[in-house]
């Protein structure tokens, strides 16, 4: 009889994201003239940066050429891209990072599920709340969770509340915990950690031995020089941390798929048998037998997002979608709505009016403004209340759906 990892059947019904593309297709089989506006998944909008399309173009000519031809190419990356990494997002900040140190991967939220691989099933793991779904999802997948609870919290894992009362700050927990999950500037709150706080946690980590998982996807967007955009910055994070990083946001690679994972060569963690076991080859491991690479042609153009011309063109794209989280934010405290983020992160987290809970105002702004958001609930139970608004989409969507959301909800 065949079984299957029943873990699955613990899920909460529909992953955030696919629920909410049903609600709005159904709404638009049922509205074929409704103009939607979506404003909810992190999707960007604006085209590949021209430095990155004329490098993939290279690229691909050079695949016709057999001189030139790329095969199966190295499962940690090509060492021109880690390179050119190293130097301009670590090394450029002060960071002790090799690029011997950088795995090239398709994704960071497949690296943030696959990297519970190399972990075992006892560890404690500590998740914030509201959170990206995916670092809870992944966990019941693996069956590191219990089942879910009424209020869709998961038994065995340590929720970390970051809301206005505790001015979005993900506060250490009393007790110890194994794996610690920690997403700035964060999603979906827009929420950024300081290096004092910054630094609490690596200090907690070291003291307990515990592991950080640190995801650095929106690290682009920071505007506070103040505000670190690596872990690495802070001092004895390579002892305690792993960092995830994309060239989604920054660059527009969501449909072409690159990103990164930083694995220090000094990072250990215990064997059952009390050894020590260096984690970089571990993933080096788990890499090499499970995964074949990016193409050569989208790691050419990841290459050139740290050219001088890729670097003032992933700016203007920065830019861009930071001018939207402005707009977003002006336009809705204006209307008397309170709103959160947007200053260094593209999301705009939103109280929702009228004490309407989360899903209630997803449905009154899909029915009433056809504008589309994340309901904040969507993410945890302490999102209850809140919505996202993402800032990723055209200047005319984003005044145009401020416009009929203003006008609906002005106090």
Not at 116 to 130: E, H, K, M, R, S
Not at 265 to 286: I, P
């Amino acid at each position: 009889m065949v079984t299957i990892n029943e873990n699955y059947l613990k899920l909460k019904t529909g992953y955030l994201f696919p629920e909410i593309g049903r609600r709005v297709s159904t709404f638009a089989a049922a509205n074929p003239d409704a103009p939607i506006i979506k404003l909810g998944i992190g999707d960007v909008t604006e085209p590949l940066p021209e430095a990155c399309r004329a490098a993939m173009i290279t690229a691909v000519q050079d695949m016709g050429d057999r001189a030139t031809f790329k095969g199966y190419g190295p499962e940690q990356g090509y060492l021109w891209l880690r390179e050119k990494i190293a130097q301009h997002d670590f090394q450029a900040r002060g960071c002790d990072v090799s690029a011997e140190e950088i795995f090239v991967s398709d994704g960071s939220k497949c690296d943030c599920s696959n990297i519970l691989d190399i972990f075992g099933d006892d560890n404690t793991i500590a998740v914030t709340d509201p959170v990206y779904p995916v670092y809870v999802d992944t966990n019941v997948m693996a069956g590191h969770t219990g089942p879910a609870q009424d209020d869709g919290k998961y038994e065995g894992l340590t929720y970390l509340p970051i809301t206005a009362d505790n001015d979005f700050t993900a506060q250490i927990p009393s007790h110890k915990v194994d794996l610690i999950y920690l997403c700035f500037p964060n999603n979906p709150t827009g929420a950024v950690a300081s290096k004092a706080h910054l630094q609490a946690w690596v200090d907690y980590a070291l003291a307990h031995g515990s592991l950080i998982f640190f995801d650095a996807a929106y690290e682009a967007y920071i505007t506070d020089e103040a505000i670190p955009h690596s872990i690495y910055e802070i001092p004895g994070a390579r002892d305690c941390a792993i960092e995830f990083r994309s060239f989604s946001k920054n660059a527009g690679f969501t449909g072409t798929r690159c990103a990164l994972t930083v694995v220090p060569k000094t990072l250990t963690v215990k064997a059952s048998d009390g050894t020590d076991v260096a984690l970089h080859s571990l993933w080096n491991r788990r890499q090499a037998t499970k995964f074949n690479g990016v193409s050569y042609v989208v790691q050419r153009g990841a290459e050139a997002v740290y050219s001088e011309a890729g670097q003032a063109q992933i700016q203007a794209l920065i830019s861009f979608y930071m001018a939207n989280a402005q707009i977003i934010r002006d336009q809705l405290s204006a209307a008397g709505i309170t709103t959160y983020g947007g200053v260094n992160a593209p999301y705009v987290w939103v109280k929702t009016p009228h004490d309407l809970s989360s899903w209630d105002f997803f449905d009154k702004l899909l029915g009433t403004c056809h504008v589309v958001g994340t309901p904040g609930s969507g993410f945890g139970a302490a999102g209850e209340g809140y919505f996202r608004i993402s800032a990723f989409n055209s200047r005319e969507n984003v005044e145009n759906a401020m416009a009929r959301i203003t006008a609906k909800f002005s106090a």
